[in-house]
């Protein structure tokens, strides 16, 4: 029979395997083959892979459809001793159920009390200005769920980096001095893929064209100067590589409780200050599908305070580099 430890080593080098196989790197990019290991792991009762299933499986196109599953895998990696699922699980349950956990917790315990309907409240939608598309959007997510993305950030924060063109890497080019949490398929959770999956429906788009969102976050002082989104290519007649564009940028504010940091849009005169769990929506091409000059923004310096917004660029056809 097997020891303990070296079922635990087995499992650890399964979901790593499959993690590799998920993002591509060290090995080919395959992730039905990935799925594949995290199920034969989870079965065999691995918390790793019960957590980066329910993490992928919160991600989808209908909230309605992904939430319940998610959140059975997150019981299951629970009442394996996991805190970390049980946390997600208690933030999607409804606050009045007042849900005491115990670890022989089974579903129909639990059903009941998950509380879609914070997920499914249908979000107000304003226009701000047309040309170019400016919109503000209320209610993409409750209070709890901001403060629980600010949370994740937190642990992870580095320096922000600049896209300058198609190709090459990122690099720090002194025009963002805040900091991002980058996240991506590997550190990704239930609440964050629920998120992606809540603004994939608000902006009608599939979740494949989405680039790996981002958590900034602005000390005082902190700013991020006047930029646009959408990528800017070297050579309209260069062949190689990817053609696509940030078609879209969604902004999701994850606090309110700071001075400063205003989103301005200084080629139309337009200044927002949003409610946490509110967000700016813009298109940052025109009707011709080119990159549009008059999206310039910035976010202003923070005077007092800290800011956080989560930024998911959107493009105009399926994304798949930065897994
Ligand atoms: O933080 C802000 O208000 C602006 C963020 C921004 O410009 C961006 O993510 O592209």
């Known amino acids: 029979m097997l020891k303990l430890a070296d079922k635990d080593a087995i499992l ?8 590799q196989l ?13 799925i594949k290991r995290l199920y034969w792991a989870a079965q065999e009762g691995s918390v790793d892979a019960l957590l980066r299933l ?33 946390d997600q699980l208690m933030l999607l349950v409804d606050e009045h159920h007042k849900l005491q956990f115990s670890s022989t917790m089974n579903w129909s315990d639990i059903r009941d009390a998950i509380n879609i309907g914070v997920w499914l409240e249908k979000p107000g939608i304003m226009d701000l200005r047309q040309d170019p598309l400016i919109r503000h959007v209320s209610n993409v997510v409750p209070s709890q769920v901001c403060r629980w993305l600010i949370s994740r950030a937190a642990t992870g924060l580095k320096p922000a980096l600049v896209q300058v063109g198609y190709e090459g890497q990122p690099k720090s080019d002194g025009s963002r001095s805040c900091s991002t949490f980058m996240i991506n398929i590997l550190n990704a959770d239930v609440i964050i893929s629920l998120v992606r999956t809540r603004i994939g ?19 005082v002082g902190e700013e991020f100067s006047a930029h646009y989104d959408f990528l800017r290519r070297k050579d309209e007649s260069d062949p190689g590589g990817y053609e696509g564009e940030r078609a879209s940028t969604f902004l999701l504010y994850l606090n309110d409780d700071y001075e400063g940091g205003r989103t301005i849009f200084p080629k139309v005169e337009l200044s927002i ?3 946490a769990g509110d967000a700016l929506w813009f298109r940052n091409l025109d009707g011709d599908g080119r990159p549009d000059k008059a999206t310039l923004h910035a976010g202003t310096p923070v005077e007092a305070g800290e800011k956080w917004v989560l930024s998911q660029w959107i493009h105009d056809r399926r994304f798949s580099a930065g897994r």
């Open 12 to 19: 650890g080098a399964a979901v790593k395997e499959a993690e």
């Open 22 to 34: 998920l993002i591509g790197r060290e090995a080919p990019h395959a992730p039905q083959e990935a």
């Open 54 to 86: 329910a993490a992928m499986t919160a991600t989808g196109r209908d909230i309605a459809t992904v939430l319940p599953k998610a959140a059975q895998l997150l019981l299951l990696a629970a009442n394996l001793g996991s805190g970390f699922a049980r």
């Open 201 to 219: 429906q608000i902006v009608e788009t599939a979740i494949e064209r989405f680039e790996p969102p981002q958590i900034l976050h602005y000390g």
């Open 273 to 275: 200050r949003a409610k």
